[in-house]
């Protein structure tokens, strides 16, 4: 099983949509929890770091349940700006802060 | 300023030749972090160093995978006798500090590595 699991996408919305994507994770020792945006042939960047209490930024609303290990990302009012692939990111405690992603869920939002 | 970049950014191979990778990262970064990205997959973790120390190579995949930093800044990661499962993006991620959790790290174009 892997250490970070997405949904498989792609996910293909209308322009104004909102479309919501999870993850899990297996370690139970995960420290620090991020989404990152890959555009095609390009590299990782981060999008926003996960906080237990929820966290808000713009149309993106990020939420962590520990308990669940269970992460998720929100975004209203989809642009056509935002088709990416989005990662779900973990580290460790220990871990030296390396990055453990997900295979990513792609977005696609179409006029 | 300056973000982190890598060279070649493309590279064609044939099976069996030795390939060299180059990261240069921000400066100042203390951590460099290697990551291998398979096509339709996420980045997986490599190797890390921290100045010039590698404290962390539990995932360079076999021995014929080495990376080094000598003088803490510019890194290479060298990959012997290449094979077509070495074909990937190679993607090297600078951050200020050591090991803190929430540092964020700052990725370069990638390499694209085709063996053929």
């Known amino acids: 099983r892997k250490e970070v699991e997405q949904d498989p996408g792609p996910f293909n919305v209308p322009e104004g949509a909102t479309v919501a994507f999870n993850c899990t994770y297996s370690n139970s020792a995960s420290q620090s929890f991020f989404w990152y945006r890959q555009d095609c042939r390009k590299e990782p960047k981060l999008l926003m770091s996960v906080y237990s209490s929820g966290n808000e930024d713009g149309r993106f609303t990020a939420q962590l349940n520990r308990a669940s290990q269970y992460i998720s990302l929100l975004i209203r009012d989809s642009k056509l700006s935002d088709s990416a692939t989005y990662l779900c990111?973990?580290?460790?405690?220990?871990?030296?802060?390396?990055?453990?992603f997900g295979a990513g869920t792609r977005l696609a939002v179409h006029p | 300023g300056a973000g982190v970049s890598q060279s070649p950014r493309y590279k064609v191979a044939k099976r069996g030749q030795d390939v060299a990778l180059r990261c240069d990262p921000i400066?100042?970064?203390?951590?460099l972090f290697w990551y291998q990205q398979a096509l339709g997959q996420g980045p997986e973790f490599l190797t890390y160093f921290q100045n010039e120390a590698q404290l962390d190579k539990s995932g360079l995949p076999s021995d014929r995978f080495f990376a080094e930093r000598p003088e803490g800044s510019v890194s290479t990661l060298k990959i012997q006798r290449t094979q077509q499962e070495d074909s990937a993006v190679y993607l090297c991620?600078?951050?200020?500090?050591?090991?803190?959790?929430?540092?964020?790290?700052?990725f370069g174009p990638g390499t694209r590595l085709t063996v053929l």
């Open positions: 400066s100042g970064h203390v951590s």
């Open positions: 990111v973990v580290t460790f405690s220990g871990g030296y802060n390396k990055l453990i």
């Open positions: 991620a600078s951050s200020l500090a050591p090991g803190t959790g929430g540092n964020e790290q700052f």
